[in-house]
């Protein structure tokens, strides 16, 4: 019964102090043959661990070096918060993070 407790209070305990609490609501990749991109939304956390109503929207693009029919696409450009463009992240969550964080949340 104890260890049931001590078990349920280290998962809060983690929860509760863990830097990157936010909730993954969407994930959507767009596009075939023409400029792909993939749009992440998620849902900021309080500090309490309760799930806020603000969201972040993160999206990437298809990297391409030219445009027409010599266009050639090969990986992805960096992560982009939609809020503030001009920021790049290597990846979604370290994107949401800074997002929430701007916020005032988690």
């Not at 001590?6 to 305990?13: D, G, R, S, T, V």
């Not at 863990?18 to 075939?32: I, R």
């Not at 309490?48 to 050639?72: F, I, P, W």
Request: hydrophobic share 30%.
């Amino acid at each position: 019964m104890v260890k049931k407790y001590f078990i349920a209070l280290c998962m809060i305990f983690v929860s509760v102090c863990s830097a990157d609490a936010y909730q993954l609501l969407s994930s959507k990749e767009m596009g075939k043959n023409d400029a792909k991109n993939q749009t992440v939304v998620v849902k900021c956390t309080t500090d309490t661990g309760k799930v806020s109503n603000q969201t972040c929207t993160l999206r990437r693009y298809v990297k391409c070096t030219q445009r027409g029919e010599n266009m050639s696409c090969n990986g992805w450009q960096p992560w982009q918060d939609l809020r503030n463009p001009h920021k790049q992240y290597s990846d979604w969550r370290s994107a949401a993070s800074a997002c929430c964080r701007a916020k005032g949340l988690r």
